[in-house]
Structure formats: structure tokens, C-alpha cells
């Protein structure tokens, strides 16, 4: 038990040290910029979860059971 308290004692004082980190000097435009390249992946992703949202409104969402 007293090797799980080390452990979330460390990771505590991990993610203190990182929001001290952020805190000293927080995110600016030019650190959280979006890439033409993760923008398309974005919008890949959202078109997909609209094509869902469209077939289950009208009932033709597919159901999958995967398995391998």
C-alpha cells in the first residue's frame, strides 16, 4: 500500500511542477497554431460524425459487431 502512495504522491508533485510550468509562461497563438494537416484530419472526422448523426436520424445508422 505504501508503494501506490509513492506513486500518486509522485504523479501529484508531476502535475503541480507542469501547471507551475503553464502558469509561468500559458499558451500564446503561436504555441496552439492548428497545422493545415491536423485541420483537415478535424474536419475529416467531423464530416464523418455528421454522416453518422444523419443515418441515425433516418434510421440507417449500421450496426457493427466486431470481432476478430
Known amino acids: 500500500m505504501a508503494a501506490t502512495n509513492l506513486f500518486d504522491e509522485r504523479r501529484?508533485?508531476?502535475m503541480i511542477a507542469?501547471?507551475?510550468?503553464w502558469k509561468a509562461q500559458p499558451p500564446t497563438p503561436a504555441?496552439?497554431?492548428v497545422t493545415?494537416?491536423?485541420q483537415a484530419r478535424y474536419d475529416?472526422?467531423?464530416s464523418s460524425?455528421?454522416?453518422a448523426s444523419e443515418l441515425r436520424a433516418q434510421g440507417r445508422l449500421p450496426v457493427f459487431v466486431g470481432g476478430r
Do not use: G, L
Open 18 to 21: 507542469a501547471a507551475k510550468r
Open 31 to 33: 504555441t496552439t497554431q
Open 44 to 46: 475529416a472526422r467531423r
Open 36 to 38: 493545415p494537416s491536423e
Open 49 to 51: 460524425f455528421d454522416q
Open 12 to 14: 501529484r508533485a508531476v
